[in-house]
């Protein structure tokens, strides 16, 4: 059973720093493309990063390049987020999600996501 | 960056109605769209991609049409289970975009 479960969400001050985890489980992970996708309070989905299978192609929203860094350690199953000198409009529940592969091509649709975890930016 | 607006925000209907929902994109994404339904407090859950395709697991009374830049989602005959918040998504080009969803309430 794929199991995607985040942790590292808290609050944390405006410019302050935050690193969320992910811990996969379930499917090969170093296979897979791996994204961060967020949802502020009320509002909808916003994609937030992406990386490829080994970690060398990174992709980002313009609203958190050169604030947030995105990685992934394929020893131990793992995805992370570095967030830093964040802004209130941070604030969202954070999922981590796997990309969607049939037996011949993969999307960047998410099929398994995690449960997601909380960051507020304030004061 | 493409953006995705969907039509309705909102939606009341009844059990058994059948429902569209729509979404345009800003410029064309042949067929890269995918529709996910999010039920409140859950992770959302992807039911159709490449506009037309049911995912695996998903009711057929769920379907989708459309490409280039218009899209449609209908559900033929409304479960007490579909109500949700929907979205579409375009993935023809980074940055990745959602639609900002739509709300299916019961009437």
């Known amino acids: 059973e794929v199991q995607l479960v985040e942790s590292g969400g808290g609050l944390v001050q405006p410019g302050g720093s935050l690193r969320l985890s992910c811990a996969a489980s379930g499917f090969i992970f170093s296979s897979y493309w791996m994204s961060w996708v967020r949802q502020a309070p009320g509002k909808g989905l916003e994609w937030v990063a992406s990386i490829n299978q080994d970690g060398s192609v990174k992709k980002y929203v313009d609203s958190v390049k050169g604030r947030v860094s995105i990685s992934r350690d394929n020893a131990k199953n793992s995805l992370d987020l570095q967030m830093n000198n964040l802004r209130a409009e941070d604030t969202a529940v954070y999922f981590c999600?796997?990309?969607?592969?049939?037996?011949?091509?993969?999307?960047?649709?998410?099929?398994?996501w995690g449960q997601g975890t909380l960051v507020t930016v304030s004061s | 960056d493409i953006q995705m607006t969907q039509s309705p925000s909102s939606l009341s209907a009844f059990v058994g109605d059948r429902v569209t929902i729509s979404c345009r994109a800003s410029q064309g994404v042949s067929r890269s769209v995918v529709w996910y339904q999010q039920k409140p407090d859950k992770a959302p859950k992807s039911l159709i991609y490449d506009a037309s395709t049911l995912q695996s697991g998903v009711p057929s009374r769920f379907s989708g049409s459309g490409s280039g830049t218009d899209f449609t989602l209908t559900i033929s005959s409304l479960q007490p289970e579909d109500f949700a918040t929907y979205y579409c998504?375009?993935?023809?080009?980074?940055?990745?975009?959602f639609g900002q969803g739509t709300r299916l309430e019961i009437k």
């Open positions: 998504q375009q993935y023809a080009s980074y940055p990745i975009t």
């Open positions: 999600a796997k990309l969607y592969c049939t037996s011949t091509t993969c999307y960047t649709i998410y099929d398994y």
